[in-house]
């Protein structure tokens, strides 16, 4: 079953939500009412998910790449198979027709680019498999932020982040840049 972003109105106009380096979750519908988590058909770094875990190397730098590809951008995904056991799709994810006019694999281009693990990336040594650098060990600040300290740091400023998650209307948890300090927040007044 394949769903083509340029069918779905403009729900596919920002066809993804963040990508967590393994899996990525699209809008099918128009309305926004049904999403769908594909698990993509690659081995890619883990980021950590705890304060008791640790990022794998190139893990933050490769979900950045996988970001700068898929985020808002059209894509289409077919799904090759489904694990009942925890309802998930595993599948693959192309991308819109490159200069060529040619759709591109996210999952090639993350291996060609060495981000995920593949023959090729190994014996060049690109990414996942250079030598460790200040790329490769960035690491998310877990530990709670001083509030007060927050907000007289950055009152009146914009503050690039990346949102994580919005758990509802007013709820977010964002990632600050550069400091990679983890944010709980919500939003108030008008």
């Known amino acids: 079953m394949v769903f083509r972003a340029a069918k779905a109105a403009a729900c596919h106009e920002g066809a993804t939500a963040p990508p967590i380096g393994r899996t990525t979750s699209l809008c099918v519908s128009s309305d926004f009412q049904r999403s769908s988590s594909v698990s993509?058909?690659?081995?890619?770094?883990w980021l950590a998910r705890s304060p008791e875990q640790s990022n794998e190397p190139y893990a933050w730098a490769s979900r950045a790449h996988m970001c700068r590809l898929c985020v808002g951008k059209q894509v289409h995904f077919q799904v090759k198979y489904r694990v009942a056991a925890i309802n998930r799709d595993v599948g693959?994810?192309?991308l819109a027709h490159n200069a060529c006019g040619v759709e591109e694999n996210l999952c090639a281009i993350q291996a060609r680019t060495g981000f995920a693990k593949e023959q090729v990336a190994i014996s060049e040594k690109k990414r996942?498999?250079?030598?460790?650098?200040?790329?490769?060990?960035a690491t998310v600040q877990w530990h709670g932020a001083d509030a007060a300290v927050l907000v007289s740091e950055y009152k009146g400023k914009l503050v690039p982040a990346i949102v994580e998650a919005v758990r509802d209307g007013v709820s977010l948890r964002v990632i600050l840049k550069p400091s990679l300090q983890l944010v709980n927040f919500g939003l108030s007044g008008v």
């Open 92 to 94: 693959i994810v192309w």
């Open 128 to 137: 996942t498999y250079a030598d460790a650098d200040a790329e490769s060990n």
């Open 40 to 45: 993509l058909m690659f081995a890619a770094p």
